[in-house]
Protein backbone atom coordinates (compact mmCIF):
# COMPACT_ATOMS: atom_id res chain seq x y z
CA UNK A 1 0.00 0.00 0.00
CA UNK A 2 1.71 3.45 -1.01
CA UNK A 3 0.96 6.13 1.32
CA UNK A 4 1.76 9.64 -0.14
CA UNK A 5 2.52 12.40 3.11
CA UNK A 6 1.58 15.99 1.92
CA UNK A 7 4.34 18.25 3.97
CA UNK A 8 2.68 21.59 4.20
CA UNK A 9 5.01 24.33 5.23
CA UNK A 10 3.39 26.70 7.71
CA UNK A 11 4.90 30.14 8.36
CA UNK A 12 6.22 30.54 12.24
CA UNK A 13 3.94 34.03 12.94
CA UNK A 14 0.86 32.13 12.45
CA UNK A 15 1.73 29.69 14.67
CA UNK A 16 2.12 31.88 17.38
CA UNK A 17 -0.93 33.85 16.53
CA UNK A 18 -3.43 30.82 16.04
CA UNK A 19 -1.52 30.16 19.99
CA UNK A 20 -2.61 33.32 21.05
CA UNK A 21 -6.19 32.96 19.83
CA UNK A 22 -7.10 29.68 21.22
CA UNK A 23 -5.68 30.63 24.92
CA UNK A 24 -7.41 33.84 25.14
CA UNK A 25 -10.90 32.41 23.71
CA UNK A 26 -10.88 29.62 26.56
CA UNK A 27 -9.68 32.31 29.11
CA UNK A 28 -13.23 33.91 27.93
CA UNK A 29 -15.55 31.24 28.31
CA UNK A 30 -17.62 32.28 31.17
CA UNK A 31 -17.98 30.50 34.76
CA UNK A 32 -21.06 31.21 36.20
CA UNK A 33 -20.86 32.08 39.86
CA UNK A 34 -24.29 31.27 40.53
CA UNK A 35 -26.49 28.58 39.48
CA UNK A 36 -29.76 29.14 36.97
CA UNK A 37 -32.26 26.47 38.49
CA UNK A 38 -31.17 27.33 42.53
CA UNK A 39 -31.94 31.29 40.99
CA UNK A 40 -34.70 30.87 39.49
CA UNK A 41 -36.37 28.12 42.77
CA UNK A 42 -35.20 31.36 45.21
CA UNK A 43 -37.24 33.54 42.53
CA UNK A 44 -40.12 31.20 43.00
CA UNK A 45 -40.21 30.77 46.88
CA UNK A 46 -39.64 35.01 47.14
CA UNK A 47 -43.21 35.22 44.92
CA UNK A 48 -44.83 32.82 47.54
CA UNK A 49 -43.50 34.93 50.49
CA UNK A 50 -45.07 37.94 48.96
CA UNK A 51 -48.21 36.40 47.72
CA UNK A 52 -48.07 35.03 51.68
CA UNK A 53 -47.44 38.81 52.78
CA UNK A 54 -49.80 40.39 50.89
CA UNK A 55 -52.66 37.89 52.33
CA UNK A 56 -51.77 38.59 55.70
CA UNK A 57 -52.20 42.66 55.03
CA UNK A 58 -55.62 42.36 53.69
CA UNK A 59 -56.89 40.37 56.68
CA UNK A 60 -58.95 41.79 59.59
CA UNK A 61 -55.86 40.86 62.23
CA UNK A 62 -53.87 43.56 64.46
CA UNK A 63 -51.01 44.79 63.34
CA UNK A 64 -49.09 42.26 65.90
CA UNK A 65 -50.98 39.41 64.86
CA UNK A 66 -49.59 39.91 61.06
CA UNK A 67 -46.02 40.88 61.85
CA UNK A 68 -45.80 37.28 64.12
CA UNK A 69 -47.31 35.61 60.56
CA UNK A 70 -44.92 37.54 58.62
CA UNK A 71 -42.19 36.15 60.56
CA UNK A 72 -43.17 32.59 60.11
CA UNK A 73 -42.70 33.25 56.27
CA UNK A 74 -39.84 34.85 56.35
CA UNK A 75 -38.55 32.04 58.40
CA UNK A 76 -39.75 29.53 55.83
CA UNK A 77 -38.55 31.65 53.09
CA UNK A 78 -35.28 31.87 54.84
CA UNK A 79 -34.92 27.80 55.51
CA UNK A 80 -35.87 27.12 51.79
CA UNK A 81 -33.59 29.43 50.20
CA UNK A 82 -30.56 27.70 52.10
CA UNK A 83 -31.76 24.60 51.25
CA UNK A 84 -31.29 25.75 47.57
CA UNK A 85 -27.75 26.91 48.59
CA UNK A 86 -26.88 23.10 49.61
CA UNK A 87 -28.66 21.25 46.77
CA UNK A 88 -26.06 19.86 44.57
CA UNK A 89 -28.05 18.44 41.34
CA UNK A 90 -31.07 21.02 39.54
CA UNK A 91 -33.31 17.54 40.95
CA UNK A 92 -32.35 18.82 44.67
CA UNK A 93 -33.29 22.32 43.65
CA UNK A 94 -36.26 21.27 42.66
CA UNK A 95 -37.31 19.01 45.40
CA UNK A 96 -36.26 21.77 47.65
CA UNK A 97 -38.20 24.89 46.00
CA UNK A 98 -41.64 23.08 45.98
CA UNK A 99 -41.49 22.21 49.72
CA UNK A 100 -40.05 25.49 50.22
CA UNK A 101 -43.26 26.70 48.61
CA UNK A 102 -45.39 24.24 50.14
CA UNK A 103 -44.29 25.26 53.84
CA UNK A 104 -44.93 29.42 52.76
CA UNK A 105 -48.31 28.66 51.50
CA UNK A 106 -48.82 25.81 54.05
CA UNK A 107 -48.81 29.39 56.68
CA UNK A 108 -52.44 29.58 57.47
CA UNK A 109 -53.97 33.11 57.91
CA UNK A 110 -56.95 33.26 60.52
CA UNK A 111 -60.43 34.31 59.85
CA UNK A 112 -60.81 36.40 62.94
CA UNK A 113 -58.42 38.17 65.26
CA UNK A 114 -58.29 36.46 68.65
CA UNK A 115 -57.12 39.76 70.38
CA UNK A 116 -60.13 41.51 68.22
CA UNK A 117 -62.60 38.78 69.48
CA UNK A 118 -61.47 39.21 73.03
CA UNK A 119 -61.49 43.01 72.95
CA UNK A 120 -65.02 42.58 71.41
CA UNK A 121 -66.14 40.42 74.15
CA UNK A 122 -64.36 42.78 76.98
CA UNK A 123 -66.19 46.35 75.22
CA UNK A 124 -69.20 44.69 74.84
CA UNK A 125 -69.29 43.70 79.25
CA UNK A 126 -67.54 47.53 79.71
CA UNK A 127 -70.49 49.20 77.09
CA UNK A 128 -73.03 46.59 78.64
CA UNK A 129 -72.12 48.54 81.83
CA UNK A 130 -71.71 51.74 80.71
CA UNK A 131 -74.80 52.22 79.21
CA UNK A 132 -77.02 50.54 81.63
CA UNK A 133 -75.79 52.86 84.40
CA UNK A 134 -76.43 55.68 81.61
CA UNK A 135 -79.95 54.61 81.16
CA UNK A 136 -80.48 54.36 84.79
CA UNK A 137 -79.59 57.75 85.20
CA UNK A 138 -81.77 59.14 82.10
CA UNK A 139 -84.42 57.45 83.68
CA UNK A 140 -83.87 58.78 86.89
CA UNK A 141 -84.02 62.16 85.83
CA UNK A 142 -87.75 63.54 86.80
CA UNK A 143 -87.22 67.05 85.14
CA UNK A 144 -87.09 65.30 81.93
CA UNK A 145 -89.52 64.56 79.25
CA UNK A 146 -90.12 61.05 77.44
CA UNK A 147 -88.83 61.82 74.74
CA UNK A 148 -85.72 63.79 75.96
CA UNK A 149 -84.77 60.89 77.83
CA UNK A 150 -85.40 58.23 74.53
CA UNK A 151 -83.48 61.01 72.87
CA UNK A 152 -80.40 60.60 75.20
CA UNK A 153 -80.57 56.58 75.36
CA UNK A 154 -80.28 56.78 71.63
CA UNK A 155 -77.53 58.94 72.05
CA UNK A 156 -75.55 56.75 74.36
CA UNK A 157 -76.66 53.53 72.27
CA UNK A 158 -75.22 55.60 69.39
CA UNK A 159 -71.71 55.76 71.22
CA UNK A 160 -71.75 52.39 71.88
CA UNK A 161 -72.42 51.46 68.15
CA UNK A 162 -69.73 53.28 66.98
CA UNK A 163 -67.34 51.85 69.57
CA UNK A 164 -68.14 49.10 68.65
CA UNK A 165 -67.52 49.74 64.65
CA UNK A 166 -63.87 51.47 65.72
CA UNK A 167 -63.02 47.88 67.43
CA UNK A 168 -63.80 46.00 64.66
CA UNK A 169 -61.71 48.63 62.07
CA UNK A 170 -59.17 48.58 64.32
CA UNK A 171 -55.38 47.80 63.07
CA UNK A 172 -53.16 47.37 66.09
CA UNK A 173 -53.80 46.10 69.84
CA UNK A 174 -53.34 49.59 71.07
CA UNK A 175 -56.24 50.74 68.75
CA UNK A 176 -58.44 47.99 69.53
CA UNK A 177 -57.52 49.32 73.70
CA UNK A 178 -58.53 52.60 72.81
CA UNK A 179 -61.37 51.96 71.58
CA UNK A 180 -62.71 50.42 74.17
CA UNK A 181 -61.92 53.18 76.36
CA UNK A 182 -63.18 55.80 74.19
CA UNK A 183 -66.39 54.07 73.77
CA UNK A 184 -66.85 53.52 77.87
CA UNK A 185 -65.66 57.35 78.10
CA UNK A 186 -68.23 58.20 75.73
CA UNK A 187 -71.37 57.04 76.95
CA UNK A 188 -70.29 58.36 80.38
CA UNK A 189 -69.89 61.59 78.65
CA UNK A 190 -73.34 61.54 77.48
CA UNK A 191 -74.69 64.71 79.94
CA UNK A 192 -77.93 64.31 81.16
CA UNK A 193 -79.16 68.28 82.22
CA UNK A 194 -80.47 69.01 84.99
CA UNK A 195 -83.36 71.61 85.15
CA UNK A 196 -80.66 74.28 86.96
CA UNK A 197 -78.24 73.18 84.33
CA UNK A 198 -81.27 74.39 81.33
CA UNK A 199 -82.45 76.66 82.73
CA UNK A 200 -78.94 78.19 82.70
CA UNK A 201 -78.58 77.43 79.22
CA UNK A 202 -81.65 78.73 78.27
CA UNK A 203 -80.58 82.08 79.43
CA UNK A 204 -77.64 82.35 78.19
CA UNK A 205 -79.22 81.46 74.66
CA UNK A 206 -81.64 84.55 75.46
CA UNK A 207 -78.70 86.52 76.23
CA UNK A 208 -76.93 85.71 73.12
CA UNK A 209 -79.99 86.22 70.73
CA UNK A 210 -80.97 89.68 72.51
CA UNK A 211 -76.89 91.10 71.95
CA UNK A 212 -77.61 90.18 68.03
CA UNK A 213 -80.52 91.98 68.26
CA UNK A 214 -79.08 94.79 69.81
CA UNK A 215 -75.85 94.69 67.77
CA UNK A 216 -78.36 94.87 64.60
CA UNK A 217 -80.32 97.89 65.96
CA UNK A 218 -77.03 100.05 66.62
CA UNK A 219 -75.65 98.88 62.94
CA UNK A 220 -78.80 100.74 61.61
CA UNK A 221 -77.34 104.02 60.94
CA UNK A 222 -80.56 105.67 59.53
CA UNK A 223 -82.74 105.22 62.60
CA UNK A 224 -82.38 107.81 65.37
CA UNK A 225 -81.17 107.77 68.88
CA UNK A 226 -84.80 107.60 70.27
CA UNK A 227 -85.74 104.65 67.46
CA UNK A 228 -83.03 102.70 68.31
CA UNK A 229 -83.66 102.87 72.41
CA UNK A 230 -87.20 102.17 71.87
CA UNK A 231 -86.20 98.72 69.40
CA UNK A 232 -83.75 97.93 72.25
CA UNK A 233 -86.08 98.44 75.21
CA UNK A 234 -88.60 96.16 73.47
CA UNK A 235 -86.03 93.35 73.18
CA UNK A 236 -85.32 94.13 76.21
CA UNK A 237 -88.32 93.48 77.74
CA UNK A 238 -89.19 90.51 75.84
CA UNK A 239 -85.71 89.00 77.06
CA UNK A 240 -86.50 89.89 80.81
CA UNK A 241 -89.69 88.19 79.99
CA UNK A 242 -88.65 85.01 78.44
CA UNK A 243 -85.95 84.80 81.66
CA UNK A 244 -89.10 85.04 84.43
CA UNK A 245 -90.78 82.31 82.70
CA UNK A 246 -88.12 80.16 81.95
CA UNK A 247 -87.00 80.46 86.18
CA UNK A 248 -90.76 79.33 86.27
CA UNK A 249 -90.83 76.58 84.40
CA UNK A 250 -90.54 72.94 86.39
CA UNK A 251 -89.30 70.74 83.43
CA UNK A 252 -86.51 70.92 80.67
CA UNK A 253 -89.51 71.12 78.40
CA UNK A 254 -91.18 73.99 79.67
CA UNK A 255 -87.71 75.15 79.71
CA UNK A 256 -86.79 74.81 76.08
CA UNK A 257 -90.63 76.08 75.42
CA UNK A 258 -89.92 79.10 77.12
CA UNK A 259 -86.68 79.56 75.61
CA UNK A 260 -87.54 79.13 72.48
CA UNK A 261 -90.66 81.50 72.56
CA UNK A 262 -88.71 83.77 73.99
CA UNK A 263 -85.93 83.76 71.07
CA UNK A 264 -88.67 83.73 68.38
CA UNK A 265 -90.16 86.82 69.80
CA UNK A 266 -86.47 88.55 70.45
CA UNK A 267 -85.76 87.89 66.47
CA UNK A 268 -88.80 88.84 65.55
CA UNK A 269 -88.51 92.40 66.37
CA UNK A 270 -88.28 94.39 63.21
CA UNK A 271 -85.40 96.97 62.94
CA UNK A 272 -86.76 98.71 60.07
CA UNK A 273 -84.98 99.64 57.27
CA UNK A 274 -84.74 103.38 55.38
CA UNK A 275 -86.57 101.87 52.75
CA UNK A 276 -89.13 100.63 55.42
CA UNK A 277 -89.58 103.85 57.01
CA UNK A 278 -90.34 105.77 53.74
CA UNK A 279 -92.78 103.46 52.81
CA UNK A 280 -94.09 103.85 55.91
CA UNK A 281 -94.02 107.83 56.03
CA UNK A 282 -95.50 107.90 52.26
CA UNK A 283 -98.39 105.48 53.47
CA UNK A 284 -99.05 107.45 55.91
CA UNK A 285 -99.51 110.79 53.95
CA UNK A 286 -101.36 108.52 51.08
CA UNK A 287 -104.00 107.64 54.19
CA UNK A 288 -104.04 111.46 54.73
CA UNK A 289 -104.58 112.71 51.49
CA UNK A 290 -107.20 109.95 51.26
CA UNK A 291 -108.72 111.16 54.52
CA UNK A 292 -109.26 114.86 53.52
CA UNK A 293 -110.32 113.94 50.15
CA UNK A 294 -113.01 111.94 50.96
CA UNK A 295 -114.10 115.17 53.83
CA UNK A 296 -113.95 117.46 50.34
CA UNK A 297 -116.10 114.66 48.86
CA UNK A 298 -118.79 115.05 51.39
CA UNK A 299 -119.51 118.31 51.41
CA UNK A 300 -122.34 118.83 49.62
CA UNK A 301 -122.33 122.48 49.77
CA UNK A 302 -119.25 122.27 47.72
CA UNK A 303 -119.41 122.55 43.56
CA UNK A 304 -117.93 119.92 41.55
CA UNK A 305 -114.91 122.51 40.89
CA UNK A 306 -114.61 124.02 44.33
CA UNK A 307 -113.91 120.08 45.46
CA UNK A 308 -111.49 119.73 42.38
CA UNK A 309 -109.60 122.38 43.07
CA UNK A 310 -109.22 121.93 46.69
CA UNK A 311 -108.20 118.21 45.79
CA UNK A 312 -105.72 119.34 43.63
CA UNK A 313 -104.03 121.75 46.23
CA UNK A 314 -104.15 118.67 48.88
CA UNK A 315 -102.45 116.30 46.16
CA UNK A 316 -100.13 119.16 45.53
CA UNK A 317 -98.91 119.10 49.26
CA UNK A 318 -99.08 115.42 49.73
CA UNK A 319 -96.69 114.92 46.36
CA UNK A 320 -94.30 117.31 47.61
CA UNK A 321 -94.33 115.42 51.10
CA UNK A 322 -93.27 112.04 49.38
CA UNK A 323 -90.80 113.73 46.64
CA UNK A 324 -89.11 114.84 49.98
CA UNK A 325 -89.66 111.70 51.93
CA UNK A 326 -87.42 109.98 49.12
CA UNK A 327 -84.46 112.18 48.79
CA UNK A 328 -84.30 111.94 53.00
CA UNK A 329 -81.54 110.13 54.24
CA UNK A 330 -82.22 109.04 57.84
CA UNK A 331 -85.66 108.33 59.87
CA UNK A 332 -85.41 111.78 61.18
CA UNK A 333 -86.12 113.74 58.28
CA UNK A 334 -88.39 110.89 56.83
CA UNK A 335 -90.27 111.50 60.28
CA UNK A 336 -89.58 114.88 59.83
CA UNK A 337 -91.63 115.54 56.48
CA UNK A 338 -93.97 113.09 57.52
CA UNK A 339 -95.33 115.04 60.08
CA UNK A 340 -95.11 117.91 58.38
CA UNK A 341 -96.70 116.88 54.71
CA UNK A 342 -99.78 115.12 56.98
CA UNK A 343 -100.09 118.29 58.84
CA UNK A 344 -100.58 120.48 56.01
CA UNK A 345 -103.13 118.07 54.37
CA UNK A 346 -105.28 118.09 57.60
CA UNK A 347 -104.55 121.89 57.61
CA UNK A 348 -106.10 122.57 54.27
CA UNK A 349 -109.35 123.93 55.39
CA UNK A 350 -112.28 122.85 53.18
CA UNK A 351 -115.13 125.77 53.97
CA UNK A 352 -118.50 124.58 55.63
CA UNK A 353 -121.72 126.56 54.34
CA UNK A 354 -121.50 128.39 57.24
CA UNK A 355 -118.35 129.82 57.22
CA UNK A 356 -119.62 130.59 53.18
CA UNK A 357 -122.75 132.32 54.89
CA UNK A 358 -120.45 134.32 56.84
CA UNK A 359 -118.46 135.66 54.52
CA UNK A 360 -121.45 136.16 52.10
CA UNK A 361 -123.19 138.33 54.78
CA UNK A 362 -119.85 140.12 55.03
CA UNK A 363 -119.48 141.21 51.75
CA UNK A 364 -123.64 142.37 52.20
CA UNK A 365 -122.74 144.72 55.39
CA UNK A 366 -119.49 145.74 53.32
CA UNK A 367 -122.05 147.20 50.55
CA UNK A 368 -125.23 148.29 52.85
CA UNK A 369 -122.36 149.89 55.10
CA UNK A 370 -120.91 151.94 51.45
CA UNK A 371 -124.24 152.80 50.30
CA UNK A 372 -125.20 154.36 53.17
CA UNK A 373 -122.16 156.26 53.97
CA UNK A 374 -122.77 157.48 50.49
CA UNK A 375 -126.71 158.54 51.46
CA UNK A 376 -125.59 160.32 54.31
CA UNK A 377 -122.83 162.15 52.99
CA UNK A 378 -125.44 163.55 50.13
CA UNK A 379 -125.64 166.87 52.05
CA UNK A 380 -128.73 168.04 49.00
CA UNK A 381 -130.93 165.58 49.85
CA UNK A 382 -133.76 166.18 52.54
CA UNK A 383 -134.13 164.46 55.53
CA UNK A 384 -137.01 162.31 54.05
CA UNK A 385 -135.25 160.88 50.76
CA UNK A 386 -132.39 160.27 52.76
CA UNK A 387 -134.92 157.98 55.27
CA UNK A 388 -136.54 156.88 51.63
CA UNK A 389 -133.23 155.72 49.91
CA UNK A 390 -131.85 154.03 53.74
CA UNK A 391 -135.21 152.15 53.83
CA UNK A 392 -134.66 150.97 49.99
CA UNK A 393 -130.79 149.62 51.26
CA UNK A 394 -132.07 148.11 54.23
CA UNK A 395 -135.54 146.59 52.46
CA UNK A 396 -132.54 145.48 49.65
CA UNK A 397 -130.32 143.96 52.56
CA UNK A 398 -133.07 141.93 54.66
CA UNK A 399 -134.21 140.64 51.40
CA UNK A 400 -130.67 139.32 50.51
CA UNK A 401 -130.22 137.89 54.09
CA UNK A 402 -132.64 135.91 54.17
CA UNK A 403 -131.83 134.42 50.57
CA UNK A 404 -128.04 134.16 51.71
CA UNK A 405 -129.40 132.39 55.05
CA UNK A 406 -131.48 129.79 53.16
CA UNK A 407 -128.64 128.76 50.94
CA UNK A 408 -128.20 125.04 50.55
CA UNK A 409 -124.41 125.37 49.09
CA UNK A 410 -121.51 127.57 48.47
CA UNK A 411 -122.26 128.63 45.39
CA UNK A 412 -126.29 129.98 46.31
CA UNK A 413 -124.85 131.67 49.33
CA UNK A 414 -122.12 133.35 46.78
CA UNK A 415 -124.96 134.02 44.24
CA UNK A 416 -126.87 135.61 46.57
CA UNK A 417 -124.53 137.90 47.90
CA UNK A 418 -123.06 139.01 44.82
CA UNK A 419 -126.68 139.67 43.61
CA UNK A 420 -127.53 141.13 46.70
CA UNK A 421 -124.29 143.90 46.71
CA UNK A 422 -125.04 145.00 43.44
CA UNK A 423 -128.26 145.42 44.08
CA UNK A 424 -127.69 148.19 46.87
CA UNK A 425 -124.84 149.47 44.97
CA UNK A 426 -126.96 149.84 42.40
CA UNK A 427 -129.88 152.21 44.63
CA UNK A 428 -129.18 155.55 42.82
CA UNK A 429 -128.92 158.47 44.98
CA UNK A 430 -129.68 161.57 43.36
CA UNK A 431 -126.90 163.75 42.96
CA UNK A 432 -127.65 167.97 42.40
CA UNK A 433 -127.92 168.21 39.12
CA UNK A 434 -130.13 165.59 38.78
CA UNK A 435 -132.38 166.96 41.41
CA UNK A 436 -132.35 170.43 40.14
CA UNK A 437 -133.35 168.83 37.29
CA UNK A 438 -135.97 166.93 38.64
CA UNK A 439 -137.31 169.71 40.40
CA UNK A 440 -137.33 171.79 37.06
CA UNK A 441 -139.20 169.35 35.17
CA UNK A 442 -141.69 169.29 38.17
CA UNK A 443 -142.43 173.07 37.95
CA UNK A 444 -142.95 172.73 34.60
CA UNK A 445 -145.08 170.14 34.82
CA UNK A 446 -147.43 172.41 37.23
CA UNK A 447 -146.44 175.27 35.12
CA UNK A 448 -148.51 173.01 31.93
CA UNK A 449 -150.72 171.95 34.06
CA UNK A 450 -151.82 175.82 35.25
CA UNK A 451 -151.61 177.30 31.64
CA UNK A 452 -153.96 174.48 30.44
CA UNK A 453 -156.27 175.00 33.62
CA UNK A 454 -156.37 178.41 32.35
CA UNK A 455 -157.07 177.75 28.44
CA UNK A 456 -159.79 176.05 29.85
CA UNK A 457 -161.26 178.17 31.46
CA UNK A 458 -164.24 179.37 29.39
CA UNK A 459 -165.26 181.86 31.56
CA UNK A 460 -162.27 184.09 30.83
CA UNK A 461 -161.29 186.84 27.90
CA UNK A 462 -158.52 185.99 26.17
CA UNK A 463 -156.38 189.23 27.25
CA UNK A 464 -156.79 187.44 31.30
CA UNK A 465 -155.85 184.22 30.08
CA UNK A 466 -152.52 185.56 28.56
CA UNK A 467 -152.24 187.69 31.71
CA UNK A 468 -152.82 184.43 33.76
CA UNK A 469 -149.87 182.81 31.67
CA UNK A 470 -147.96 185.59 31.94
CA UNK A 471 -148.01 185.52 35.64
CA UNK A 472 -147.50 181.72 35.46
CA UNK A 473 -144.61 181.87 33.63
CA UNK A 474 -143.06 184.47 35.65
CA UNK A 475 -143.72 182.31 38.98
CA UNK A 476 -142.28 179.38 37.07
CA UNK A 477 -139.38 181.53 35.46
CA UNK A 478 -138.59 183.51 39.03
CA UNK A 479 -138.63 179.43 40.81
CA UNK A 480 -136.95 177.73 37.92
CA UNK A 481 -133.77 180.33 38.08
CA UNK A 482 -134.26 179.93 42.47
CA UNK A 483 -133.18 176.11 41.40
CA UNK A 484 -130.31 177.08 39.24
CA UNK A 485 -128.66 179.08 41.82
CA UNK A 486 -129.15 177.22 44.97
CA UNK A 487 -126.32 174.66 46.14
Known sequence: ML??????????????????????NINDTEVPTESTAKEAAKKAIAEAAEAKNNA?????????????????VTDAQNAANTAIDNATTNAA???????????????EIPTKSPAKDQATTDLNNAVDDALANKIKEINDATNLSDKQKQDLIDQANEEAAKAKENIKNATSNEAVNKATTDGVDA?????????????????????????????????????????????INQAQNAADEAKDKINQATTNDDVATERDAGAEKIANIVVPSLDDAKDKATKEINDALADKTKEINDQTHLSDQEKKDLIKQITDIADKAKDKINNDSNDAEVAKDEKDGIDAIIDTKVPGLEDRKQNAIKSLDEAKSTKL????????LTADEKANLTQQVDAEYNKVLDNINKATTNDDADKASADGVEAILNIVIPSLNEKKQDSIDALNEVREAKKEEINNANNLSQDE???????????????INAINGAG
Request: aromatic share 0%; net charge negative; no cysteine.
Open 3 to 24: ILILVIEIPPEAVTTAQDNGIK
Open 56 to 72: IDSSNLTDEEKAALKQE
Open 93 to 107: VTEVEDNGIKAINGI
Open 187 to 231: IANVTVPSLDDAKKDASQVIDDVLKQKEDEINNASHLTDQEKQDL
Open 373 to 380: AQIDEATH
Open 465 to 479: KDELTKQVDQIADNA
